[in-house]
């Protein structure tokens, strides 16, 4: 149990780290080829992995889970995050919607302690705030007014706080690979009617592009998953905030965007909040010890 919060906050750090390769792969293939048919190929992908992992076991598994309602609605939940993220992004500025977004480790640390009741020290609590402070003054949205977008926006950071909050409830009763199985299951469903009418046949660079899409998002969810199995949702919370850090780093490298001070500043703060998290939980291991 000891190591099981440390472990669970590496794999939570890995897999929100591997979800903003996966973003900028996204971002590459989005100028010739149709999201849904990106997001096809994704889950295809991720549920031929499971699959061959475990063969005609897995779909036993997956048909006889006592389990399959709460993995599916979460799945509903997930689906819907991301449709009022990309309605509100269309409209909204990046640095505007990324706040709005980034408001849902603050929702899910307040559902984990409604719902999960979670015990939230007041080191968490700082944590997250800490992180939030950090996205705002890196992203620096000035101007925002309540309308249509912006609530959709914040409509999304409910819904994924809540599929997350949903996600460590089911992660502590089936198996990561059997919840991968079921989410990637719905989600070929939900995108492969759109792809019947947005096809574009891939050349080879973007069928590679596309397949490691899959392979990326496959290790991404498998480790969230599972750093959700072992640690509670107000201690993960806001390492949530690490991913934007690594998107001004990708931006950098790929397409040589430079990071201004109010960025730099920001990424420190949210770096700060994992660091607040780390040492109060170990202080914490070993006063309880």
């Given at each position: 149990?000891?190591?099981?919060?440390?472990?669970?906050i590496l794999?939570?750090?890995?897999?929100?780290?591997a979800?903003?390769f996966?973003?900028?792969?996204?971002?590459?293939?989005?100028?010739?080829?149709?999201?849904?048919?990106?997001?096809?190929?994704?889950?295809?992908?991720?549920?031929?992995?499971?699959?061959?992992?475990?063969?005609?076991?897995?779909?036993?598994?997956?048909m006889?889970?006592p389990?399959?309602?709460?993995?599916i609605?979460?799945?509903?939940?997930?689906?819907?995050?991301?449709?009022?993220?990309?309605?509100?992004?269309?409209?909204?500025?990046?640095?505007?919607?990324?706040?709005l977004?980034?408001?849902?480790?603050?929702?899910?640390?307040?559902l984990?302690?409604?719902?999960?009741?979670?015990?939230?020290?007041?080191?968490?609590?700082?944590?997250?705030?800490?992180?939030?402070?950090?996205?705002?003054?890196?992203?620096?949205?000035?101007?925002?007014?309540?309308?249509?977008?912006?609530?959709?926006?914040?409509?999304?950071?409910?819904?994924?706080a809540?599929?997350?909050?949903?996600l460590r409830?089911?992660?502590?009763h089936?198996?990561?690979?059997?919840?991968?199985?079921?989410s990637?299951?719905?989600?070929?469903?939900?995108?492969?009617?759109?792809?019947?009418?947005?096809?574009?046949?891939?050349?080879?660079?973007?069928l590679?592009?596309?397949?490691?899409?899959?392979?990326?998002?496959?290790?991404a969810?498998?480790?969230?998953?599972?750093?959700?199995?072992?640690?509670?949702?107000?201690?993960l919370?806001?390492?949530?905030?690490?991913?934007?850090?690594w998107a001004?780093?990708?931006?950098h490298?790929?397409?040589?965007?430079?990071?201004?001070?109010?960025?730099?500043?920001?990424?420190?703060?949210?770096?700060?909040?994992?660091?607040?998290?780390?040492?109060?939980?170990?202080?914490?291991?070993?006063?309880?010890?």
């Amino acid at each position: 149990m000891k190591n099981s919060v440390s472990l669970g906050i590496l794999l939570t750090s890995a897999a929100y780290m591997a979800f903003t390769f996966h973003d900028a792969i996204i971002k590459i293939l989005t100028s010739s080829i149709p999201v849904w048919q990106i997001l096809f190929f994704r889950s295809l992908t991720i549920l031929l992995g499971c699959l061959a992992y475990g063969r005609g076991r897995l779909a036993r598994q997956v048909m006889t889970s006592p389990i399959i309602k709460p993995m599916i609605a979460r799945s509903v939940l997930l689906l819907c995050a991301w449709l009022s993220y990309y309605s509100a992004a269309s409209r909204l500025q990046l640095a505007e919607v990324t706040t709005l977004y980034y408001a849902a480790p603050v929702v899910g640390t307040v559902l984990a302690w409604l719902i999960l009741k979670e015990e939230v020290t007041p080191a968490r609590w700082l944590a997250v705030g800490v992180g939030f402070v950090g996205v705002m003054i890196a992203c620096n949205p000035v101007g925002l007014a309540i309308s249509w977008p912006v609530y959709l926006a914040l409509q999304a950071a409910v819904l994924w706080a809540a599929a997350m909050v949903l996600l460590r409830k089911t992660s502590l009763h089936e198996k990561t690979v059997v919840q991968l199985a079921v989410s990637n299951i719905f989600f070929l469903a939900m995108t492969g009617v759109a792809v019947l009418y947005t096809w574009k046949t891939p050349d080879i660079t973007q069928l590679a592009l596309l397949i490691a899409i899959g392979v990326v998002a496959g290790a991404a969810q498998f480790a969230l998953f599972e750093g959700m199995r072992l640690a509670p949702v107000s201690v993960l919370a806001p390492f949530e905030y690490t991913s934007l850090v690594w998107a001004f780093l990708l931006g950098h490298l790929i397409w040589a965007d430079m990071p201004t001070p109010n960025v730099v500043a920001g990424a420190a703060m949210i770096l700060g909040a994992g660091l607040i998290i780390i040492v109060t939980e170990r202080l914490r291991r070993r006063i309880t010890a």
